[in-house]
Nanobody, 122 residues
Framework: QVQLVESGGGLVQAGGSLRLSCAASGRTFSSGAMAWFRQPPGKEREFVGA????????YYADSVKGRFTISRDNAKNTGWLQMNSLNPEDTAVYYCAAGWVSSATSYVIGSWGKGTLVTVSS
């Protein structure tokens, strides 16, 4: 059973930065991908980005390209979501997920973390 634990959420001012972490456990992560999703208040959950464990291929939603960067450390089974130039529209609960990703619109998710809240004040 894959377990994912996010950390690093909090309150940040517009224009600021925040880095989220996701610690994964439960199996060897040599295939598949670690993905990040977010759910803004009153809206549906949406894809943010993902990175494959094998070769580090990264995929991003258009709304975060150039501002957010995903990385991972296979040895530590840990991934990060670096968020820069944050704006109030980035306010959401951010979820770490594990599964298979082939593009920003094509993915299959098998496991979810519980989420961490990011609030961006104007």
């Amino acid at each position: 059973q894959v377990q994912l634990v996010e950390s690093g959420g909090g309150l940040v001012q517009a224009g600021g930065s925040l880095r989220l972490s996701c610690a994964a456990s439960g199996r060897t992560f040599s295939s598949g991908a670690m993905a990040w999703f977010r759910q803004p208040p009153g809206k549906e959950r949406e894809f943010v980005g993902a990175i494959t464990w094998s070769d580090g291929s990264a995929y991003y939603a258009d709304s975060v390209k150039g501002r957010f960067t995903i990385s991972r450390d296979n040895a530590k089974n840990t991934g990060w979501l670096q968020m820069n130039s944050l704006n109030p529209e980035d306010t959401a609960v951010y979820y770490c997920a594990a599964g298979w990703v082939s593009s920003a619109t094509s993915y299959v998710i098998g496991s979810w973390g519980k989420g961490t809240l990011v609030t961006v004040s104007s």
